[in-house]
């Protein structure tokens, strides 16, 4: 969800700024890491770009299949009743 | 208020006991060859101290700009473990990315805290590099396993 808000060609650092929005105890290594193994499975395009000092950057935007996974994953979360509950999660206790 | 250089001090400290050996040597002047030999001994004494104190500048001067010529410019976040570690195209990227990460952590943490957090996060990348494929691997064995 990060990567997507992020935007299209995002660097690793961007994508974990945006996830420090609503997480602020989000670790870099594993933003870092999981970028890799969603562009390894597919579910991220990794594309490399030049920064402004010239350096080679590895950059991320979501691809088809991951729109689809994370659409999918949203859709398995409203059907069994989304995140919000009636009296708060302790009333399920 | 810059001090002197202690090798500075101490060479000059010898050449000053050397200069009053020197004058301890001429004082008894006597027709004897005795005296005269001192007196060469205290003079090569001499010469060998100007010889030293010249190759030290020399040796110095060197130093210095060998010195002012590879010093490097101290960039917040970077890691050594990480280009020794990982391939040269990863680095730079995890390289660049800890640059722009570090402020972030120094606005929130402070700077030592901050730095504690960006070696356990190249800790995690590291790691996360090379288990990467052992984790892609073990997957697909686990897919091949539960489809047969």
Not at chain 1, 22 to 43: D, I, W
Not at chain 2, 39 to 64: C, D, G, H, K, P
């Amino acid at each position: 969800m990060a990567l997507l808000r992020a935007g299209s060609k995002s660097a690793p650092s961007a994508v974990f700024e945006r996830m420090l929005l609503g997480q602020p105890k989000a670790s870099f290594g594993a933003v870092y890491t999981t970028l890799t193994r969603l562009a390894a499975k597919g579910l991220a395009d990794e594309t490399s770009s030049k920064d402004e000092s010239g350096r080679a950057r590895r950059v991320f935007t979501i691809s088809g299949s991951g729109r689809r996974a994370l659409q999918q994953s949203l859709d398995a979360t409203a059907t069994i009743g989304g995140f919000s509950v009636e009296g708060g999660f302790g009333a399920l206790a | 208020m810059r001090w002197p250089n202690p090798l500075k001090l101490s060479f000059f400290a010898m050449l000053a006991c050397s200069g009053v050996t020197l004058v301890q040597s001429l004082a008894p002047i006597r027709p004897t060859v005795g005296p005269w030999l001192d007196l060469a001994a205290n003079l090569f004494q001499l010469l060998a101290l100007v010889i030293f104190y010249l190759t030290y500048e020399q040796v110095v001067s060197v130093l210095r700009s060998v010195d002012s010529s590879t010093q490097v410019e101290k960039i917040e976040g970077r890691s050594y473990i990480v280009d020794y570690l990982l391939p040269p195209d990863i680095a730079q990227d995890v390289q660049a990315n800890m640059e722009e990460v570090m402020p972030i952590w120094i606005a929130a943490h402070g700077p030592q805290r901050a730095n504690r957090i960006r070696r356990a996060q190249v800790f995690r990348i590291v790691v996360g590099h090379y288990a990467t494929p052992i984790v892609a691997f073990s997957e697909r064995v686990l897919a091949i396993v539960r489809g047969a």
